[in-house]
């Protein structure tokens, strides 16, 4: 599998541009059921403010790679919540599914590609299921919850590159070229060595769903996602790991160990939500560099960025680096990176070299959780040992919709690692 950032350069060198028609003489054998209505099918498994928003991308992305994609089919897990997609791209009522099983009538029911936007403890399952079918995929980070979820991924992933199915994932910022840019410019030594990088994602509180009425303990648990671990992975995972996927980037490698601290301010955090509010984390890396990390859902000023110390100058890898002694120097961004990464997915598949994101985005969301799980026992967690002989499975296989919830339980900390 290849990292993306580092193969994106070389997609940047082939020409912009073609007509829908050379897309489809150019396609491989995965999209050989779509040939002769030269039109991309691509469906949508979950269908909330990502779905509905990664839909739209996927379309303007594929009018950039010079192809035309049709959303031809969704799924959620509620009725409801696939309506305004199925309004906006007029889809047959035979290919609108509901249900926890609902991402297979998607998957099943002709596409050539699958978005899957739902929440992050269902996602290793779904992908794994797709990449099975034999469909290209665009997944939305992060990836999974636990450990067990990361080697699903992992081995999906490598089946993806032995079927030449394409996998981006929703870590825009490595399809942003101030990113791209800046990266590369570290990676080339403007700044020297990377010694330490902060990375931070604070900001105030977030949306909380209640219940409606009828809905069973699961279904209540599932449509409120981000208070639960193991849908959503704590707020490390869910919304800090765009951080900590730019610090591995930037790095050249994921981490070897984590070493947190964290906890909940009771006065901020609904009551039922089990998730904590906040988490500092340093990790170490293997050249001995330090990343430290920083999340947090509190008010106050808010920081959504990294930061870079060199041996030899800074860096916001964001867009600027600053040589010590010399010039500092900007980098800007061309175009929206949600849009860019359809984009980018697509004309890889056109190109017949499809990209394959899988390892960069199970690795930054393996580092949010060995942060997490760090966290939360008090202990340091070796990445090696996490990877193989970790026991943590958060997500249980057959949910009952109608049933009752896992147990809610706020994390404290008893030295114990799973
Ligand atoms: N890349 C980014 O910047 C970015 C931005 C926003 C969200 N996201 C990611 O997108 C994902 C979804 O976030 P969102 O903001 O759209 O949440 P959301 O709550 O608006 O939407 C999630 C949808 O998934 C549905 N769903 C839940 N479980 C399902 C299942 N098992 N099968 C099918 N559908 C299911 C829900 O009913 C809901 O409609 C999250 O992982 C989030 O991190 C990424």
């Not at 947190?260 to 939500?273: E, F, H, I, T, V």
């Not at 990343?291 to 860096?315: D, M, Q």
């Not at 980018?344 to 070299?353: A, M, N, P, Q, V």
């Not at 393996?366 to 996490?386: F, H, L």
Request: charge should be positive.
């Amino acid at each position: 599998m290849e990292k993306a950032g580092f193969t994106r350069r070389n997609f940047l060198k082939t020409s912009a541009a073609v007509s829908a028609a050379s897309f489809m003489t150019n396609l491989g054998t995965n999209f050989a059921h779509a040939a002769g209505s030269d039109v991309i099918k691509v469906g949508v498994i979950g269908c909330g403010g990502r779905g509905n928003g990664a839909a739209d991308d996927c379309v303007g992305g594929g009018e950039i790679a010079g192809a035309k994609v049709q959303i031809t089919a969704v799924a959620d897990v509620f009725k409801g919540h696939t309506d305004r997609l199925k309004n906006k791209f007029k889809i047959a009522d035979g290919n609108c599914f509901s249900g926890l099983d609902a991402y297979k009538g998607v998957v099943d029911s002709g596409v050539d590609m699958v978005i899957i936007a739902t929440p992050p403890g269902f996602k290793a399952l779904q992908f794994e299921y797709a990449i099975e079918k034999g469909k290209h995929v665009f997944v939305e980070k992060p990836v999974a919850v636990c450990p067990a979820g990361v080697r699903i991924m992992l081995k999906a992933g490598e089946m993806a590159t032995e079927k030449k199915l394409a996998v981006v994932a929703g870590t825009q910022r490595r399809h942003e070229t101030n990113y791209i840019d800046t990266v590369k410019a570290i990676h080339d030594g403007a700044i020297g060595d990377i010694l330490h990088m902060s990375v931070y994602w604070c900001g105030g509180g977030i949306w909380w769903r209640n219940p409606e009425p009828g809905m069973s303990e699961v279904e209540a648990q599932i449509n409120n996602w981000y208070h639960y671990i193991w849908l959503c992975g704590d707020q490390i995972c869910e919304q800090h790991l765009h951080n900590l996927d730019v610090a591995n980037w930037v790095m050249g490698s994921h981490p070897v160990s984590a070493y947190g601290q964290g906890g909940r301010n009771a006065k901020m955090r609904p009551q039922g939500s089990e998730i904590w509010d906040n988490t500092a984390v340093e990790y170490e890396y293997p050249n001995g560099g330090r990343v430290l990390s920083f999340g947090r859902h509190w008010p106050g000023e808010g920081n959504v960025s990294e930061f870079a110390i060199g041996s030899n100058g800074t860096s916001n890898p964001g867009g600027w680096i600053a040589p010590k002694g010399g010039q500092r120097k900007s980098f800007r961004n061309a175009r929206s990176g949600y849009v860019q990464e359809h984009a980018d997915l697509i004309k890889s598949i056109r190109d017949g070299k499809p990209l394959n994101e899988t390892l960069a985005v199970s690795e930054s969301t393996m580092t949010a959780i060995i942060g997490r799980m760090s966290c939360y026992s008090g202990m340091k967690v070796k990445w090696d040992w996490a990877m193989k002989q970790s026991k943590l499975d958060l997500v249980p296989r057959n949910l009952d919709l109608k049933g009752p919830a896992p147990k809610v339980e706020i994390p404290i900390p008893d030295g114990k690692l799973v």
